[in-house]
T-cell receptor
Framework: GAVVSQHPSWVICKSGTSVKIECRSL??????MFWYRQFPKQSLMLMAT?????????EQGVEKDKFLINHASLTLSTLTVTSAHPEDSSFYIC????????????FGSGTRLTVV | GENVEQHPSTLSVQEGDSAVIKCTYS??????FPWYKQELGKRPQLIID?????GEKKDQRIAVTLNKTAKHFSLHITETQPEDSAVYFC??????????????FGQGTILTVHP
């Protein structure tokens, strides 16, 4: 079945630094990637939608300059949290769609980010 | 945009009992309604889904019903087992063409099944 590999699975960083999270579709071409954030005991909140080769569309209230999304290829999308602060600590998870070849969502395994 | 409300937030049942979780949605254009099970620190797992042209779908102990007029859908789990204990999320999207579109999730229900 379809697999999305997400790395790292967890990361601890200092305030003010940047962290990059990668999601790779291993056996299909991900034309669309969705990035979610999930705080403890809360639901998944969509941050942005990215289509290969174009700029990401951010949800209301999500700072595009802070959460940089790159979807330069059909198998790789990255989320960079810039100048991270403790309030950015959360579980980040991607979900990929692959058009006609792969109709449906495939979630990555998630990244637990802790900013200290 | 779409808004999905989910109830109850917690649900505790005895093993063997049934569990029902309900969701309502606001956008009449939504036509795809998946249910996910998420264990702590793990990715959501699709357990069942339904599209708006179907009123009910069943897969072994799990069933989903949809009332388009009232804009609500429900998850039914029968003969619950302790391993069913997890957080369950409903979601809605406007699927079309080659995409399911972006999902809007409900708030989640913590299901606990006591042996």
């Amino acid at each position: 079945g379809a697999v999305v590999s997400q790395h790292p699975s967890w990361v601890i960083c200092k305030s003010g630094t940047s962290v990059k999270i990668e999601c790779r579709s291993l056996d299909f071409q991900a034309t669309t990637m969705f990035w979610y954030r999930q705080f403890p005991k809360q639901s998944l909140m969509l941050m942005a939608t990215s289509n290969e080769g174009s700029k990401a569309t951010y949800e209301q209230g999500v700072e595009k300059d802070k959460f940089l999304i790159n979807h330069a290829s059909l198998t790789l999308s990255t989320l960079t949290v810039t100048s991270a602060h403790p309030e950015d600590s959360s579980f980040y998870i991607c979900s990929a769609e692959g058009g006609r070849a792969h109709y449906g969502y495939t979630f990555g395994s998630g990244t637990r980010l802790t900013v200290v | 945009g779409e808004n999905v409300e989910q109830h109850p937030s917690t649900l505790s049942v005895q093993e063997g009992d049934s569990a029902v979780i309900k969701c309502t949605y606001s956008d009449s254009a939504s036509n795809y309604f998946p249910w996910y099970k998420q264990e702590l620190g793990k990715r959501p797992q699709l357990i069942i889904d339904i599209r708006s042209n179907v009123g009910e779908k069943k897969d072994q102990r799990i069933a989903v019903t949809l009332n388009k007029t009232a804009k609500h859908f429900s998850l039914h789990i029968t003969e619950t087992q302790p391993e069913d204990s997890a957080v369950y999320f409903c979601a809605a999207s406007n699927a079309g063409g080659t995409s399911y579109g972006k999902l809007t999730f409900g708030q989640g229900t913590i299901l606990t099944v006591h042996p």
